[in-house]
């Protein structure tokens, strides 16, 4: 499909209580939004794994596909622990490093790694895609597209909800910003 745009949407899921009180995530359920202005229109609608993801996805009634690759960043033995429960040390590192895995989970490093591999293989699709996912995975997709280091990931704020757009033309994605949903 040479000179088509592949329209990528990414939405993060709706909150959940493991945000609201800064847990690492295990698979809980969202809070059902008192609204949910509909989504960006799309040929193809993704999910990661996790039920927060599909139940986002069920605000719309969307019919949806699970993305393996889309999945949540991997905290290992941290999974449903609060922040304030890790030694400052350890937190510190995690929040710095971008190699850190400590934890036994992913790295930031790996969770880019992994989707810039799902990016690449979406880059020529040319159609309109929604995927909905987790803020980690938004925050490495946007530093793939703006060939940003590492060491940026915590710099990105992905609220709940939040739509971040990406096009791929060519060989390359570039960011769209847009309003939060």
Do not use: N
Not at 31 to 41: L, V
């Amino acid at each position: 499909m040479s000179g088509s745009v592949t329209r990528l949407a990414l939405i993060s899921h709706a909150m959940t209580e493991a945000m609201r009180a800064a847990r690492f995530p295990v698979d809980e359920p969202i809070e059902r939004p008192a609204a949910a202005p509909p989504p960006p229109r799309a040929d193809l609608a993704l999910v990661g794994p996790e039920a927060r993801t599909a139940q986002t996805a069920a605000l719309w009634e969307l019919p949806v596909t699970v993305e393996p690759a889309l999945r949540d960043l991997d905290c290992g033995r941290w999974a449903g622990r609060s922040m304030d429960s890790l030694a400052p040390a350890e937190l510190m590192a995690w929040l710095s490093d971008p190699g850190y895995r400590e934890h036994g989970g992913e790295s930031i490093i790996d969770l880019i790694h992994r989707v810039r591999m799902w990016l690449d293989d979406h880059l020529r699709d040319g159609r309109r895609i929604l995927a909905i996912t987790h803020p980690a995975v938004v925050r490495a997709s946007v530093l793939v597209a703006l060939a940003a280091p590492p060491e940026s990931f915590w710099r990105i704020d992905i609220a709940p909800l939040g739509v971040t757009t990406l096009h791929g033309r060519g060989s390359t994605w570039t960011l769209r910003p847009s309003a939060s949903m």
